[in-house]
């Protein structure tokens, strides 16, 4: 995929808009190409080492790269460079972002990795590195957070790899069964995936020191159900930590070739605090529940009249069965945090850890 991003002649589109100085309309450039400089994609093949994010330096200190003898042990893929992710690269996952595309790669040897490309970067080379070690190196310890494996910086493309999750993000796993119809999750297992996302917001929260240099490091700044990861075994993992204080967010144009952005996207937030990603945890929780049309629901200014309707049934919101009167206990107790984390007023929101507790006494069923 990459590669032939980087080699192939872009197609000319003309549908309506003023043309650019590429020669096409400026809305409606073919999704194959999406480069500022299309001229300069063309025939870029410098072929570099990624730098795997294992802390492992040389004799001097020096950061080593994947080209070098010592990664082998630790990766299993030692000596890969730029060509071989180019090469590797089998398809697009998920909808667009303003940060950047996400892409599955196979490796040699078929191995499977998440590339994500960024579009626009806010730090130079060297911060680019530093930071995304740093943020890497902060959550290695949690189980629930997906680490940067590696990453490349060249002049025209930016990227990392981290692990791969088979069943894809809670969005697409969320978005492909409502396109059939079905029911992809049953209670269980999406309060599961709330409670680990939860455990996810409160590592990050718990992060000391909360500042460093001009890093925050105690926020994730991009939380969203297309970041959360899900296992075989329907375990959650949240990713993309810190990548919102490396990355610009820019406009995208929605190309035929790719799906349209989650209905849910229009209502999280951008900003950098925790308040703000526990309204942005609180949209994934109203989406988990009620999907779009539950959520938009919930988004309005007549929160209590709504939750009056969905309790006498005059208003459908759950998009899952119920089969035991502990199930429906525990969705409405799960409700009832979403509305708290998404109250519009950001000082009354409950911090993270009133959260988990909160889902600790849901799971165990207390009153």
Not at 98 to 109: A, D, P, S
Request: proline share 3%; charged share 20%; with cysteine.
């Amino acid at each position: 995929m990459l590669s032939r991003v980087l080699t192939a002649k872009p197609r000319k589109i003309f549908k309506h808009g003023a043309k650019s100085t590429f020669g096409w309309s400026s809305k409606s450039v073919s999704a194959s190409v999406n480069y500022d400089d299309f001229s300069t994609a063309v025939g870029f093949m410098e072929d570099l080492p990624l730098v795997y994010c294992g802390g492992h330096h040389d004799h001097r200190g020096r950061k080593q790269s994947c080209g070098s003898n010592s990664c082998e042990t630790d990766t299993g893929w030692a000596h890969l460079r730029l060509k071989e992710v180019l090469r590797a690269s089998i398809g697009v996952l998920g909808d667009q972002s303003r940060l950047g595309m996400t892409e599955k790669v196979v490796l040699t040897g078929g191995k499977i990795y998440v590339l994500k490309r960024f579009r626009k970067l806010s730090v130079g080379k060297s911060e680019f590195g530093k930071r995304i070690e740093r943020f890497t190196q902060a959550i290695v310890n949690s189980k629930n957070l997906v680490p940067v494996t590696a990453y490349l910086y060249a002049k025209r493309i930016k990227f990392f790899l981290c692990d791969y999750y088979p069943m894809g993000s809670l969005a697409d796993l969320l978005a492909g069964s409502r396109k059939h119809g079905h029911t992809a999750l049953c209670w269980n297992q999406r309060l599961t995936i709330v409670l680990h996302i939860a455990r996810a917001i409160a590592f990050i929260h718990a992060i000391s020191p909360a500042q460093e240099k001009s890093m925050q490091m105690n926020v994730h700044g991009n939380i969203k159900a297309s970041n959360v990861m899900i296992n075989t075994d329907f375990s959650a993992s949240l990713s993309d930590y810190g990548i919102a204080q490396i990355a610009e967010r820019v406009e995208v144009l929605n190309a035929w070739q790719w799906r349209p952005v989650s209905p849910t996207d229009v209502y999280y937030t951008n900003v950098l605090c925790q308040k703000c990603d526990v309204f942005n945890f609180g949209v994934i929780i109203l989406d988990i529940l009620g999907g779009p049309d539950g959520t938009t629901l919930f988004m309005t200014n007549f929160v209590n009249e709504i939750k009056r309707g969905v309790k006498t049934g005059e208003i459908e919101f759950f998009e899952f069965s119920m089969k035991e009167e502990k199930e429906k206990k525990q969705a409405w107790q799960v409700l009832d945090i979403a509305l708290a984390c998404t109250n519009k007023q950001p000082e009354a929101r409950p911090t993270i850890e009133q959260i988990l507790l909160y889902l600790g006494d849901v799971c165990n069923n207390v009153a």
